[in-house]
């Protein structure tokens, strides 16, 4: 049950960070099932607990999948983005889903300005280096090759990815380690060249890495890939490119990448929210210091960055380890045996599918059925199913006896802890003790026990 905070000072607030979508196209379920509806039901959880939370969201518009999704479609970039982060926004509300602070790249040239400021400040003294990079540019159309540009097989685990990192293995990939590379865009070989970037040796701070690693609740799937690095030494990022698409920096003609802006973005975002005076990278890192537990929900093909770099750009900025408490991480949800996927289509979109269905009803099925602890996979018979069932359910009001009941419902709240978050077990629980029996676990879930916090 929560616990009555009645005249104590409020401690500091949990920060809690999910990935942003890209825009590439509308959200849908597969992206509800893991960090979006996951990270919205323990914030909810924790404010019934009476604990401050500062939820933290966003868009992905420098991810080169939108210039890439636009030349597929004949369409300028803008009109790209106008369409899918127009129905990215009407997919979170209709799932209920909100956040306290929302990057908007596009619309806010404070994040824009902050990002290309703290990149600089970090190469000013010293902490990143520019050096020359071996990079890889297509032998056909030109285009250097990074992110969604370059396609091959995983080094480690064999399997089609694109840059970044392998959605299979969660490996970090590039022109430079795929096996078979080529150019996604006309099919073209990779063409070495030099060029002076922005680099994080990550090496230089492994040992602040694995002091964040030691003190952070990781789960097994992540910590395989961190035990990868610290065996075969951990890489090299470049932390911009020569290329046309994304926030200028790092050198002439050359963009800030876009992991190591979410990086920038999130120090400078979360330190302004905390403090809302801060203004320089100092003040930045001493307003972090007001928070209290630090969770990131992400999907296993994120782990790389919200586990590696992510941690690396902050001790490169001053940041002593210890803030993270931990990381809450799903796997892939399939459709119909198939992984749901913006690019191929092969998705139900939340926009439509939400506007039909009951959020309510929903929410709860991505919870019953979310991809964490292994794969799972939705059709639409298995939703028609639990959705005449858990109606009749919440309508029969459980049948377990008052004491029985109280301790299911006592597993529930434990089950939406951080720590050991399962909302598919409190929503067990919740169900065979009778929802009436604790509406604000209800509310939780469900999303109907206040209005969230607008995606705007």
């Known amino acids: 049950m929560p616990a009555d905070r009645a005249g104590q000072a409020d401690p500091s607030p949990i920060v809690i960070t999910v990935p942003p979508p890209t825009p590439n196209g509308p959200l849908h379920l597969g992206h509800l099932s893991g960090p979006f509806l996951a990270a919205d039901v323990a914030a909810r959880a924790a404010r019934a607990r009476g604990l401050p939370t500062l939820t933290v969201g966003g868009l992905d518009a420098h991810q080169n999948y939108v210039p890439a999704k636009a030349a597929a479609q004949g369409r300028p970039v803008s009109a790209v983005l106008d369409e899918y982060e127009g129905l990215i926004r009407d997919g979170l509300r209709a799932a209920r889903v909100g956040y306290d602070l929302f990057a908007d790249p596009r619309a806010d040239g404070t994040y824009r300005d902050d990002v290309a400021r703290l990149l600089s400040d970090l190469v000013d003294s010293k902490a990143i280096a520019v050096a020359e990079a071996t990079l890889f540019r297509c032998g056909g159309c030109g285009i250097t090759l990074h992110h969604a540009y370059v396609a091959g097989r995983c080094p480690g685990c064999g399997s089609d990815s694109a840059g970044g990192t392998c959605e299979s293995c969660g490996i970090f990939t590039t022109a430079e380690n795929l096996a078979d590379a080529h150019c996604a865009r006309c099919g073209g070989p990779p063409v070495p060249f030099e060029a002076d970037v922005p680099l994080i040796r990550l090496e230089a701070y492994r040992a602040e890495l694995a002091e964040t690693w030691a003190r952070a609740i990781i789960p097994v799937r992540v ?71 630090f969770w990131h929900f992400l999907g296993i093909d994120n782990a790389f960055y919200y586990a590696v770099l992510f941690p690396a750009m902050f001790a490169a900025a001053g940041l002593e380890p210890g803030w993270l408490s931990g990381l809450v991480v799903n796997g892939f949800y399939r459709l119909d045996g198939l992984k749901f996927s913006t690019s191929r289509g092969h998705a139900i979109w939340a926009h439509e599918f939400l506007v039909e269905e009951d959020p309510a009803v929903v929410r709860m099925f991505m919870l019953w059925d979310r991809p964490d602890r292994y794969e799972s996979g939705f059709t639409l018979p298995a939703y028609a199913q639990f959705r005449d069932w858990v109606q009749a359910a919440i309508q029969s009001g459980g049948e377990l006896p008052s004491e029985l009941a109280g301790a299911e419902i006592r597993r529930a709240w434990h089950a939406l802890e951080f720590a050991s978050f399962d909302p598919g077990l409190a929503l067990r629980c919740l169900l065979a003790a009778g929802t009436h029996r604790a509406p604000l676990l209800f509310g939780a879930l469900t999303g109907a026990d206040s209005e969230p916090s607008s995606p705007a």
């Not at 800030?256 to 979360?270: K, N, S």
């Open 223 to 293: 910590r395989s890939v961190l035990g990868h690095y610290l065996a075969v030494g951990l890489p090299e990022v470049p932390l911009a490119y020569p290329t046309d698409w994304g926030i200028p920096g790092g050198g002439e003609g050359q963009r800030i990448d876009v992991w190591a802006e979410m990086a920038l973005g999130m120090l400078a975002g979360i330190g302004r929210k905390l403090n809302p005076e801060a203004r320089t990278m100092d003040e930045y890192l001493a307003a972090w210091k007001r928070a209290g537990e």
